[in-house]
């Protein structure tokens, strides 16, 4: 059991709490103050990195809905994000829908299409249904590039986000708009994945033959982690689209989509806190990566031609791959060996960490 | 006695008058920096990625110059250019990080070397009337106006001036030609096709089919037969060098080729293309191209070349190269004019002040500049139009070289933003 010293479950309430301690709330307190402050003292810049992480972790909690917690590989995660940030485009530049309203049907949108592309997956999975997520990224970014409605390779440009006459167009304001509701995502994947659908996804993900004798409804629930997980994408792509301001096809690749399953590796699989470590590593090390040639250029100019720009590459694979040999269990297995070498702190010597 | 007074009283009262008039001559003329100071320029460069083929020696041209601008010109009238440069990695969601990043360090302006990296940037930069350049853009970075430039025409000027040579100098016809398009399936390739339809009626000329291929295209023999039915006069392909080259040697075992005429935009005519397509078989074929070619005998040439034998050799003969140190000039140009017409201590701040006195009295008061030849002269004055230079050149190849045939040719203005169907 996972709980800190001295903590015991005397009721339902307290079994089913987030937060169980003082010190969970101390912390807890501790992380919103921080975030909550921080465009007092973070920059343009930062508060752009921090945004692009909350949109992020919004998409990667889906994939990890899907990936992590049902076991359904999907390589089109980018594709059903472009969905997403295309249907907020449409709804608000050409038919004036409102931000939420937007954003809303953007998820829905979203899930619809992942739905639809989800159907393999009651036939195949594995290798077999990663092949057809991949389709998806295709098939939705020929529809986008090809469609009058959205702008084709010309692109469609997106307003501010606004909400009741508040308009979002500061960096800051778009900090905070993100947050909520990225926290708000965050809760909705961590109830779920400890309520019965994610026990039953779990189900699935481990031996779904089992899961199935034991009453678990393959296709409902194969399809509902599909619908959750792209629900999910469909949000991040739509706060996206207001963050950005103007979509290009190109904004979604399958590169992205490559690099979403790799956060979610990272971070650790079918854990909530997962695709959150996950996101902020990866995206961190893109933002460090980038100060890495120019600093070699300048400080070295007899480098061979080429060296200083490929360093960055480099040292990005070079971690990932690293990592994955060091702890291939994600950044959240490691936070809770950090946590449990803690918990019987300074008694630690005896803990039984496996 | 008596004289050498009158020479004493002469030269004190000269002397109390340049004295004098020192202050005044010196608010005339551009204040001389102090130390430290400099002027920000901002580049967000695709060095590595997928395009880093083109980005990685653009990156190699740009860099170079502002290195020869500082240490053999002295800067910007005495202002040496400080570059913030980061590698977008041709990564939509690091560029709209990077153009932010640029904002917060002061930079006058930021200049992308792919439009793809452009548009992602752009619409960040436009809300924050950030000014921004692009050396190879679309249609979309450009229009409707707003804060982002182009150093050169777009990939749609491209169709513009070849249908207007075409139809000048090639078709001997009666009646309006046939012409194919065969297009790159992202804005390299969609950018010929909205010009096309822009302007295809009003020159005279019926488009009978609109094929696309993807950059890794492996055979284009299906897509040319379906042009072939159409018995075109005239294909026009925009599109990278490797699949265009794919489709030269497909028209040519199709029979197709040589026959009808084939004109190629910007972004393919370049060596690559005669050596994967073959001389024999890329003989004869048109192009278009918004710079000269290299080795050139015009007055940048030779510094430039100096440079890239020093510094980057492997960049040697790459068109990207050049046209990436002449959008450098363009930068010290647009910075000159920018200090020459506003105080140094509004630049300085970095915040929207610096960046619409930037475009205001930087952008706009670019006019006609030479570029020293590298490509046709680059003029921002006009607020409706925010390409810099107009001009294009087609070449042909002759003799497996491509040669110019053209002298600088100006495309016109298409307001796209005006057309009903642009963008849906």
Known sequence: ?354 | MKNSRHKLVIGVVALALLIAILPVVGACATKPPAEGQALKLGLSICMTGKAAEKGSPMGHGKLDCIKYINEELGGVEGYPIDVHWYDNSYDAAKAATIVKKLMDEGCLFFTTNASAMMTASMEIANRAEFPGLASFSSPACTHPPKHIYAQMPDYGDDWAAFAKYYMENIWQGEGKPKMALHLLNNSTGYGARDAARAGADALGIEIVATEEHAATTMSEIDSLTRIKGKNPDVIFISSTPAPTAIILKNAYELGMYPGVAIGCAHASFTKALVDLAGADIAEGVYGVIPAVAWGDDVSGMAKMIEYCQRYHPEDEGNTDYMISWAEALIDAEILRQAIKHTDYEVLARGDVESWRATEMNGFRNVKGYDVEGLHGPVDFSNPEDRRGSKSVKVFQVKNGAITAITDWIEAPLVKYEDLEWFGK
């Not at chain 1, 307190?29 to 003292?41: C, H, M, N, S």
Request: aromatic share 14%; with cysteine.
């Open chain 1, 1 to 354: 059991m996972d709980l800190p010293c001295g903590t015991r479950n005397y009721d339902y309430a307290k079994d089913m709490a987030i937060l169980r301690t003082r010190t969970h709330w101390a912390l807890f307190i501790g992380l919103l103050v921080i975030v909550f402050t921080a465009p007092l003292y973070l920059g343009n810049y930062w508060l752009g990195v921090a945004n692009l992480i909350g949109i992020t972790i919004i998409a990667v909690t889906g994939l990890n809905i899907l990936m992590g917690y049902c076991g359904q590989l999907s390589i089109g995660h980018a594709g059903f994000i472009a969905v997403g940030a295309y249907t907020a485009a449409v709804l608000t530049n050409r038919l004036g829908f409102p931000f939420l309203a937007g954003l809303i049907c953007s998820g829905f949108t979203a899930g619809f299409i992942g739905l639809i592309f989800g159907i393999p997956s009651v036939r195949v999975k594995g290798f077999y249904l990663a092949i057809t997520t991949i389709a998806a990224q295709f098939i939705i970014i020929w529809i986008i590039t090809h469609w009058s409605v959205t702008g084709g390779f010309v692109g469609i440009s997106v307003p501010y986000a606004s909400i009741g006459g508040i308009s979002f167009k500061g960096e800051a304001s778009q900090f905070y708009l993100i947050m909520v509701i990225t926290a708000v995502c965050i809760l909705f994947a961590k109830n779920l994945a400890r309520g019965r659908v994610g026990r039953a996804f779990i189900a699935i993900r481990d031996n779904d033959l089992a899961a199935e004798v034991m009453g678990v409804n393959l296709l409902h629930y194969k399809l509902l982690a599909f619908f959750i997980g792209c629900f999910l994408a469909g949000i991040a792509g739509s706060l996206f689209a207001h963050w950005i301001g103007f979509l290009s096809a190109e904004n979604f690749t399958l590169t992205d989509s490559i690099l979403y399953v790799g956060m979610v590796v990272i971070g650790g699989l079918g854990t909530t806190l997962g695709p959150i470590l996950g996101v902020i590593f990866i995206r961190l090390l893109q933002q460090g990566i980038m100060y890495i040639s120019p600093v070699l250029e300048n400080a070295f100019p007899g480098l061979p031609a080429g060296f200083a720009t490929g360093v960055g590459p480099m040292v990005f694979g070079l971690v990932i791959v690293l990592f994955l040999i060091l702890e291939p269990r994600g950044l959240a297995h490691r936070w809770g060996l950090f946590k449990s070498a803690y918990r019987l702190w300074p008694f630690s010597y005896c803990l039984d960490i496996t």
